[in-house]
């Protein structure tokens, strides 16, 4: 792009975010690096510790099934939720663009109540006997009238990715639909000529069309499932998002509680480091993989 | 019950087998089945949530949805409503629940329209002007972008105690007032904008911020149409940062409150699902107007790379 303009409108323009962004982002992010090294009690209190915060968390149990259990949330998020919401967006994408549009908004349209409410309204549905996701399943399995899917260990984590797929599988399969949209039809054509079936069209002609949205999707996908919190939260209302037996724990509710509720806000800082480290890590390789699979 | 069901769907599924011979019949068939299953699945939560507000005492768990009409006067009434609207005892007095709803609104209002004028701002910037240091400023905003928003929530709960703003509505407000992703939306909307246009306007003699003003704006108000939506649908159902930062009764947001009431009427549900049914309508309203321009100025940057 050549030279536009000279003079100070430009740093004026960015002037705003250059101000608000020192302040509230490099600022606490400095400060971050430095309260993971302290104990602190409440914002005003601390004791320098050195990496007793990060020593602790390597040898605390609690810590370690928080992040288990959020590990295997993205997992079956990325396998189950992302492969879920392309399937849909295959289907709805040979519609017209009419029935499109209107099926799109019914598929969007849990995304749109947040976190907060569609924890408390699955809290709601899951009552055993009497909620609608209980009966529902008596109904089409023959089982789980008295499923106690919020105090049962084995079925806590189970019934927040249940919530989890009605909140995101609409939010993906908006920008696979959007994404299948630019595909080159006549190569998908070219390929069912050459005697492709359905399948391997969409795998080798379709898919690798469309592999920047999919890495997109999958990156936001690993990074949203690391901060799950006010879901578990208002599900499990009762434990702070613990769950019986910490079946429920994530990340950042052990963040939440430790962090914030005790005062520990080293604590908190020291977990927000290891979160970070996790999603920049796996972002990365991520990207590297979409660079090699692109050569 | 389950058995009889699963008979009826494979006998229907036998029938359109036999009848639907042609393969592309049968897969048209096939794909609006599951669409309409899924859109089912999609909706029956919100379905469930009509009936439920209304529905008092022993009826809320003796009808799945709505009692027969008979039995409305005695089964459905406002009384849910009534109870949410009472008041809570706050520091000055009782507090209504409109209250914590104008706290939402001023919270998701101004922190929106902060978002898209400074966002906005910084993104035209970025589109079309040449200055030093916008290399390494995009690529600063790039990996800002990356860093999860809690890691500086602790040190920035510090900040605002420090600047004696925690537990005011400004202390929500004030550290989110710009939004990196916004100012590449932004910038995505703006690179499309004719530099001859802009070259006009400062031929006729108008000032950069007028340009900005009367040439820019107007030219990305799809994109500005889309970014309040996302904007304020986060601003709306925000809980982390309300939830630490505001304290006192007076101050809360929605979110906050019926996590509150969760806790408080676990055995009354239809209070805090009337609390939550209330809390779905603005969000919804505006995404009504704006879905169009909405989706696709959310997927514009994904799509385009």
């Known amino acids: ?295 | 019950m389950g058995i009889l069901h699963f008979a009826i769907i494979g006998l229907v599924v036998v029938y359109v087998v036999l009848r639907v011979r042609d393969r592309d019949r049968a897969r048209r068939f096939g794909r609006w089945a599951v669409i309409l299953a899924g859109a089912a699945l999609v909706l029956a939560p919100f379905v469930w949530l009509v009936p439920a507000v209304f529905k008092t005492g022993a009826a809320f768990n003796d009808y799945v949805f709505f009692p027969p009409l008979s039995k409305w006067p005695e089964t459905m009434s406002l009384w849910n409503f009534r109870k949410l609207f009472e008041g809570r005892p706050g520091l000055r007095g009782p507090v209504y629940f409109w209250e914590y709803f104008l706290n939402s609104t001023v919270i998701a209002t101004v922190t929106t329209t902060l978002q898209i004028f400074f966002s906005s701002l910084a993104g035209y910037a970025l589109a079309k002007f040449e200055f030093r240091g916008k290399g390494a400023l995009t690529l600063f905003m790039l990996g800002s972008m990356m860093i999860p928003s809690v890691l500086l929530l602790a040190p920035l709960y510090k900040m605002v105690v420090d600047l004696g703003l925690v537990d005011s509505l400004a202390g929500v407000i004030v550290p989110i007032m710009v939004s990196t992703y916004g100012c590449f939306l932004f910038r995505q909307a703006c690179v499309s904008v004719p530099n001859e246009m802009l070259d006009a306007a400062r031929l006729d003699g108008c000032s950069e911020i007028g340009i900005y003003f009367r040439v820019v704006m107007p030219l990305v108000r799809p994109m500005t149409a889309a970014f309040c939506l996302v904007s304020f649908l986060a601003n709306w159902n925000a809980f982390f940062q309300p939830n630490i930062f505001l304290h006192s009764e007076d101050n809360l947001t929605v979110p906050v409150v019926l996590n509150l009431l969760l806790g408080m009427y676990r055995m009354k549900q239809g209070i805090f699902l009337a609390g939550t049914a209330l809390a779905m309508i603005p969000p919804a309203v505006l995404f009504f107007f704006l879905q169009k321009e909405f989706i696709s100025g959310l997927t514009s940057g994904a799509v385009k790379g």
């Open chain 1, 1 to 295: 792009m050549k030279v536009r303009h000279k003079g100070p409108a430009p740093y004026l323009f960015l002037s705003p975010y250059l101000i608000l962004i020192s302040i509230f982002f490099i600022v606490p992010f400095v400060n971050a690096i430095v309260l993971a090294f302290y104990e602190t009690n409440g914002p005003r209190s601390r004791a320098f510790v050195g990496l007793d915060n990060f020593r602790f968390l390597l040898h605390d149990g609690i810590f370690h099934s928080a992040l288990l259990n959020t590990t295997i949330f993205a997992l079956v998020s990325v396998c189950v939720q992302l492969p879920l919401a392309m399937g849909l967006a295959l289907l709805l994408n040979g519609g017209s663009s009419r029935v499109r549009g209107f099926f799109r908004l019914i598929f969007y349209s849990p995304n749109l109540v947040g976190q907060v409410l569609v924890g408390i309204l699955f809290a709601a549905l899951f009552t055993p006997r009497y909620g609608l996701i209980t009966r529902g399943f008596q109904a089409f399995f023959h089982w789980g009238l008295e499923a106690h899917w919020l105090l049962d260990p084995p079925l806590i984590m189970p019934a927040i990715v249940l919530a989890s797929l009605w909140l995101w599988v609409g939010f993906n399969m908006v920008y696979f639909l959007a994404a299948l949209q630019t595909v080159d039809k006549s190569l998908e054509e070219a390929a069912r000529i050459d005697g492709a079936s359905a399948w391997q069209v969409f795998w080798h002609v379709t898919l690798p069309s469309m592999r920047h949205v999919v890495v997109f999707v999958v990156i936001m996908t690993v990074i949203g499932s690391y901060q799950l919190f006010e879901l578990p939260l208002t599900l499990l209302s009762e434990s702070y998002g613990f769950g019986a037996k910490n079946a429920g724990i994530t990340l950042i509710t052990y963040l939440n509680f430790y962090g914030f509720r005790s005062g520990d806000l080293g604590l908190g800082s020291a977990v927000g480091w290891v979160i970070a480290l996790i999603i920049f890590t796996i972002s990365l390789i991520q990207i590297r993989v979409a660079r090699l699979a692109e050569d």
